[in-house]
Nanobody, 124 residues
Framework: QVQLVESGGGLVQAGGSLRLSCAAS????????MGWFRQAPGKEREFVAA????????NYADSLKGRFTISRDNAKSTMYLQMNNLKPEDTATYYC?????????????????WGHGTQVTVSS
């Protein structure tokens, strides 16, 4: 059974940093494209970043390039999202997701497995 568990969220001041983690179990982690999405109250869940199976290819939401960095450690079955220079508009629940697609994708429906999310709150 696939299980994805996010951690690392919390309350941070604007300009601060957080590192989210997503630990996977019940899967051959290196076989999955992985992604981060986020959902703010009253808004649609939106794409944040994705990474290929071997970590060699990444894709980011245009508005987040330069501030967020996605990475993975297949030996630890864990994915990360380093978030720097956080802004109040980054406040959301952040979800990790796994896709069986062979390529990096931004499409939410391409991800069949989801974690329960971790809350990130950025104060001004």
């Amino acid at each position: 059974q696939v299980q994805l568990v996010e951690s690392g969220g919390g309350l941070v001041q604007a300009g601060g940093s957080l590192r989210l983690s997503c630990a996977a179990s019940g899967v051959t982690f290196s076989s999955y494209v992985m992604g981060w999405f986020r959902q703010a109250p009253g808004k649609e869940r939106e794409f944040v970043a994705a990474i290929s199976r071997n970590g060699g290819s990444t894709n980011y939401a245009d508005s987040l390039k330069g501030r967020f960095t996605i990475s993975r450690d297949n030996a630890k079955s864990t994915m990360y999202l380093q978030m720097n220079n956080l802004k109040p508009e980054d406040t959301a629940t952040y979800y990790c997701a796994a896709s069986t697609k062979a390529w990096v994708t931004r499409i939410r429906e391409s991800y069949g497995y989801w974690g329960h999310g971790t809350q990130v709150t950025v104060s001004s």
